[in-house]
């Protein structure tokens, strides 16, 4: 199943309180239940303005789906290829 890396631009995001934080992923997470496990949630990296998840989805539809769901911007949606990390130098 194809990975994909979605780029959210959330003005502020790396101040969001941990009860903000914990309401977003509890709606995420009641939308990927909604659209079954054909779609999964891997992780997020917030940082000041910007939230980075990844998922795991049949396809780009199918991420862009659970933003639209979930009232979540999806500013860029770009599919993983491949991976590296520092043994890919080895």
Same mark, same amino acid.
């Given at each position: ?26 709606k995420s997470c009641g939308?990927?239940? =909604?659209?079954? $496990?054909?779609?999964?949630?891997? !992780?997020?990296?917030?940082?000041? /303005?910007?939230?980075?998840c990844v998922y795991i ?12 769901? =979930?009232?979540? $911007?999806?500013?860029?949606?770009? !599919?993983?290829?491949?991976?590296? /990390? ?5």
């Amino acid at each position: 199943m194809p990975k994909f890396v979605i780029e959210r631009e959330i003005p502020g995001a790396g101040k969001l309180t941990p009860a903000e934080l914990h309401g977003i992923s509890q709606k995420s997470c009641g939308v990927l239940k =909604g659209m079954g $496990p054909q779609i999964q949630w891997v !992780q997020s990296y917030v940082t000041d /303005d910007k939230i980075y998840c990844v998922y795991i989805a049949p396809d780009e539809a199918a991420v862009r789906e659970h933003a639209r769901q =979930g009232g979540f $911007p999806a500013n860029s949606v770009a !599919q993983v290829r491949t991976m590296i /990390d520092p043994t890919t130098a080895d």
